[in-house]
């Protein structure tokens, strides 16, 4: 089972036995263990997780944290639990007090449905008043599974987080505010537009006029956005649908064993739109083995344009340079291939200039 399965699985069955959940400690045994097993970390490791962590606060000695996650025998999270019964805003000033006093760079708030990541964005050892990440696990989206999954013991990687964590907290930011504009616009937001159009003088009547006006065009324009998006899936699954049984996709049958799945599949039409202003799309074909997917120019073994290694813990793409060798590149997810856009349309370009080129 790969992670975002555990994660969806972990807030299903959040959902189906909170009613028995009553207490702090059994929201801790119940969502927050299994939540921090889920990403990787041995529970009952004490190098690993550390219970009942004391967090010493100048004069106040003893103040405990309910959980401090270490990696490598530093010191990466501590963890604040409460109730899944309780709201999380009037708890934020507790994590805070803990956060500077630790060698942690991120503290998690949590009632086991919602979870909050902060850091110090804005000022050093000083714990931010906004968390950078948010999300409820029984309405996890799949991009913010790919996030905390940035959080795993077999990912983690401190650069990798804070590089993201300010992009990630201004992105939310951004979202509630459009998302309030669209909503109920503002004086200023309905302006902006309004002296675009109108020639006269904005009065008092005339904003109110066109704020329902813009209200009005924000709708019907999300709307014909959305019936756009439908009508291009469809299209695109009915021509996927068509190309699954295109003769120029080949499976390597020699080993009864391959399993083409579905993600294979995806990453194979992802590397056809990148390189279709390239070449003919009829001459990238696949061959299926048991430890890499491989792609190919006219169907061919000495033109590898890449190979693919997508299990479920790991993915990653494997790039051919002009020396025969391979480089294998770490990806997140599926998407990521989008990155190695220009390296696979040079592979094409050295394959097309030498075409007798032997290739690993």
């Known amino acids: 089972m790969d ?4 994660i969806k699985q972990l807030g299903e069955r959040s959902l189906k036995i909170k009613d028995a959940v009553n207490t702090e400690e059994a929201t801790k045994n119940a969502f927050i263990m299994p939540f921090i097993q889920a990403l990787g970390y041995d529970v009952f490791n004490p190098a690993e997780v550390t219970p009942e962590f004391v967090a ?20 990466i999270i501590l963890i604040e639990c409460k109730w899944h019964g309780h709201g999380l805003d009037v708890f934020n ?13 991120f503290g998690l708030l949590t009632n086991g449905f919602e979870y909050r990541f902060y850091t110090d964005l804005l000022e050093p050892n000083k714990m931010d008043e906004k968390p950078f990440f948010t999300f409820n696990i029984t309405d996890i989206r799949d991009n913010q599974i790919e996030e905390l999954k940035k959080f795993h013991k077999a990912y983690y990687d401190l650069e990798t987080i804070v590089t993201t964590a300010s992009e990630l907290k201004y992105t939310n930011e951004l979202k509630a505010l459009i998302h309030a504009e669209l909503n109920n616009p503002s004086e200023n937001f309905v302006r902006h537009f309004a002296k675009q159009i109108y ?3 904005l009065t008092a009547k005339v904003t109110d006029q066109f704020t329902h006006l813009t209200k009005k065009s924000v709708q019907h324009y999300i709307n014909d956005l959305i019936t756009d998006r439908l009508k291009t899936a469809l299209k695109q699954e009915a021509a996927a649908q068509d190309a699954v049984i295109e003769p120029e996709v080949l499976i390597d049958s020699k080993d009864t064993k391959v399993v083409t799945t579905a993600e294979e599949l995806e990453a194979f039409y992802i590397i056809k ?5 390239k070449i003919d799309g009829e001459r990238i074909v696949y061959r299926d083995a048991q430890t890499y997917f491989a792609v190919l120019l006219d169907d061919n073994n000495r033109k590898t344009i ?4 997508l299990t479920s813990t790991k993915k990653s793409i494997g790039l051919i340079d002009e020396n025969k060798k ?21 592979t094409i370009e050295r394959y ?3 075409p007798n080129q032997v290739e690993a």
Do not use: M
């Not at 805070?96 to 942690?104: E, Q, S």
């Open 199 to 201: 020639t006269g003088t």
């Open 352 to 354: 097309e200039k030498a």
């Open 3 to 6: 992670f975002k399965d555990v």
């Open 326 to 346: 391979e480089t294998k590149h770490e990806i997140l997810k599926i998407d990521n291939i989008y990155k190695f856009s220009a390296q696979l349309a040079k």
């Open 306 to 309: 890449c190979r693919l290694y």
């Open 273 to 277: 739109s990148i390189l279709r202003d």
């Open 56 to 75: 010493d606060l100048g004069i106040k000695q003893g103040e405990k944290v309910d959980y401090a996650v270490y990696k490598d025998q530093k010191l």
């Open 93 to 105: 000033s507790q994590l805070f007090r803990y956060f500077h006093t630790t060698k942690a760079k």
